[in-house]
């Protein structure tokens, strides 16, 4: 039983680069976000996805983007890497407010 | 002034002692309350779930919702190194799914 599996788990960019963060579950969620962590300011939710199909703006969306063309994955794009987004990604999936299901996440450094 | 506030710590307790864990919220349309525990490089995991107000326990662990107060609690008794984490609180309100996050409280457990 995987849950939630993130690609890559390391990843270092150059200023201008673009790269996509992919995650996968496998428990039949319907809900999935990708959040990022930075120290001292807890989780901020990005982009986060209803269902199949359907993506919605977070907190802190500017200068990415998402795409939930299947059920099971959640991709994470950016466009144009900046040295604000280097930080810890994390994406999660739910049921119902039952609780998150977190992938181990994606560690990023834009230089 | 944020949503969700709690004290990023560091708390550092001894081995065996009570730990009291406190998140304080504005919006009185939470509904949903929850603990997640979350270890150093890794992704939070739902530790404690709670509806409205009262007291849940599991095993060592207790969370205590006070609405009158906008309070809750997480308990800890019989503190083990293994702990030792960064715990942080969640909520939402009852017409979404989306939950509001406090920064995290890290606990040291000293053996």
């Known amino acids: 039983n995987a849950g939630v599996t993130q690609t890559p788990k390391f990843r270092v960019l150059k200023t201008g680069q673009s790269m996509t963060l992919l995650c996968a579950q496998d428990m039949n969620h319907e809900y999935m976000y990708w959040y990022r962590q930075d120290p001292g300011m807890g989780l901020r939710l990005i982009h986060y996805s209803v269902g199949e199909g359907t993506t919605a703006k977070g907190e802190v969306p500017d200068g990415y983007n998402v795409s939930r063309l299947k059920k099971q994955n959640f991709l994470l794009g950016l466009e144009s890497a900046a040295p604000s987004q280097t930080s810890v990604y994390f994406c999660?999936?739910?049921?119902?407010?039952?609780?998150?299901?977190f992938g181990s996440g994606t560690r990023l450094t834009v230089v | 002034q944020k949503e969700v506030e709690q004290d990023p710590g560091p708390l550092s307790v001894p081995e065996g002692a009570i730990v009291s864990l406190n998140c304080t919220y504005s919006n009185s349309a939470f509904q949903y309350f929850m603990w997640y525990r979350q270890y150093s490089r890794k992704g939070p995991e739902l530790l404690m779930y709670t509806y409205s107000s009262g007291n849940k326990e599991d095993g060592r662990f207790t969370a205590q919702v006070d609405k009158s107060s906008k309070y809750i609690s997480l308990f800890i008794r019989d503190s083990q190194p293994s702990d030792s984490a960064t715990y942080l609180c969640?909520?939402?309100?009852?017409?979404?799914?989306?939950?509001?996050w406090g920064a995290g409280t890290k606990l040291i457990i000293k053996p």
């Open positions: 999660a999936s739910s049921y119902s407010r039952d609780g998150y299901t």
């Open positions: 969640a909520m939402s309100a009852r017409s979404n799914y989306q939950l509001i």
